[in-house]
């Protein structure tokens, strides 16, 4: 029988709820105070802990570490107020497993507990070895040695473990669905289905029967019942690419589905219960959306438990010969070629090139150019003529630019005294790559 610690100091709430859960087959304890919860964690282990933020001399928040000192594997659940909902975010940063705003249903609650329940289960040392291979195997996209590439590889497996919701940004074409499949790969749900959604792709009339489906005859159209996405996933792990773009009204709709963790079908009124990691992407910037009016807060919030902002292959230069060869490979495996390498002239253009259509863009130029080949290296008459347009101008503009960067850095030496961690500072760059451009440049300093 699971054991749930409820933390509250609003006596009466606590017992109602601890009479409801007790009906439902749990062993549950309580606590008033700060004090009382951690004598009572300390001497038993708990696979719950239900607790309220606001809680005399302290809070819910400041529990989480103590909790998972004494016992990592216990899933922690904060009650919150609507104001509250930035500090259960910053919370859930901490280990929270989830948080529930007042006033709630009992039976939402009781979902909740039963998810962190099924997400306590761990898999064997065997098992998780095995999966992070497969995961590993599938996503190098991701990878790289550059800086970016580092931190968003650490981000991805910081966050995969843990039942967080995640929203991806960055520019057009720099890998969002990819990252979101890694993160589902690393994850205790990568046995179960990865749904992709193109919230863009959906005309807002349909988006209610897209997301959670509908019985035959409930509608003009509905010929037959059909299971939506969330009861697709459920389990799973459900990727939404372009939220942004949902209508105010299937923001609330989307909202009501992950608080309560139930849906219903259009024209059904029996309640499906679903368990499902959400996982969402955008190009636009949510929070200009929400200072706006046109996304809603409460909403933003519950998608950006955990955020990651993918950089853009500019940003990643040093990896980009890597993954010129990583779509080299898969292009050859499409079209039945067998082209070894680039030329050093297509290497220059590449390095040249600016990529604003970033991987998307990489990978088509890429297969049109080994289309193209015929022999065992892509020249530069296979590469787009736009391509060279740009390495041409950047070329006649490389000396220059070099130049003034040149006299920046001697420049900022001199007026340091030749401290290079001083003349960092006032480069604004890292000490690293100042020592770098000051390799690069041969300057005798």
């Known amino acids: 029988m699971p054991k749930i ?7 009466a709430f606590c017992q109602m709820l601890q009479k409801y859960l007790t009906k439902h087959d749990f062993d549950v304890f309580t606590s008033f105070t700060i004090e009382e919860a951690k004598k009572s964690f300390e001497n038993e282990i708990f696979d719950v802990i239900v607790s309220d933020v606001r809680l005399p001399k302290g809070d819910g928040v400041t529990l989480i570490s103590a909790i998972k000192e004494v016992s990592p594997s216990t899933k922690v659940i904060l009650m919150t107020g609507y104001a509250e909902v930035k500090t259960a975010v910053d919370a859930m940063k ?19 507990i039963k998810s962190a329940l099924k997400t306590a289960k761990v898999l064997p040392p065997k098992e998780v070895s095995e999966k992070k ?11 790289g040695h550059s800086e970016a590439s580092i931190k968003l590889q650490q981000y991805v497996k910081l ?27 690393n994850s205790n749900r990568s046995d179960e289905r990865f749904v992709a959604v193109d919230c863009g792709a959906i005309p807002k009339e349909i988006a209610t029967s897209e997301f959670f489906g509908h019985l035959k005859g409930s509608f003009t159209g509905a010929i037959e019942d059909k299971i939506g996405h969330f009861e697709a996933a459920n389990g799973g792990t459900l990727f939404l ?40 992407a ?43 060869h990583h779509f080299l490979n898969k292009a050859n495996n499409d079209l039945g070629k067998n082209v070894i390498d680039f030329s050093d002239e297509v290497q220059q253009l590449f ?23 015929e022999g065992g290296q892509v020249l530069s008459s296979a590469i787009p003529n736009n391509l060279k347009e740009v390495s041409q101008e950047t070329s006649e503009n490389k000396f220059s630019r070099s130049e003034y960067e040149k006299e920046k ?11 290079k961690s001083k003349a960092a500072k006032l480069l604004q760059i890292t000490r690293k790559t100042l020592y770098n451009k000051i390799n690069y440049y041969q300057l005798e300093v």
């Open 159 to 185: 966050v995969a473990p843990t039942n967080m919701s995640v929203l991806i940004t960055g520019e057009s074409g720099t890998g969002k669905e990819v990252t979101a499949k890694s993160i589902h790969k």
């Open 94 to 112: 901490r280990g929270a497993f989830d948080y529930i705003a007042k006033p709630f249903t009992p039976d939402s609650i009781l979902g909740l």
């Open 351 to 373: 390095l040249d090139y600016d990529w604003p259509g970033n991987f998307r863009e990489l990978k088509n130029t890429i297969k049109r150019a080994v289309l193209f080949t």
């Open 282 to 324: 955008t190009n636009e910037d949510l929070n200009k959306a929400v200072a706006a009016g046109s996304f809603r807060e409460d909403l933003f919030h519950r998608l950006n438990e955990f955020s990651i902002e993918l950089p853009s292959l500019k940003q990643r230069e040093e990896d980009l010969m890597r993954f010129a």
């Open 133 to 143: 291979g497969a995961a590993e195997s599938n996503t190098d996209i991701i990878g």
């Open 409 to 419: 850095i001697l420049s900022a030496l001199k007026q340091t005294n030749f401290n």
């Open 241 to 280: 690419d372009e939220v942004g773009n949902l209508s105010y009204e299937n923001q609330i709709q989307l909202l009501r589905a992950i608080q309560e963790r139930k849906i219903k079908r259009v024209g059904s009124t029996k309640e499906i219960n679903v368990d499902l990691r959400i996982i969402t």
């Open 5 to 11: 610690l409820i933390v509250e100091d609003d006596i």
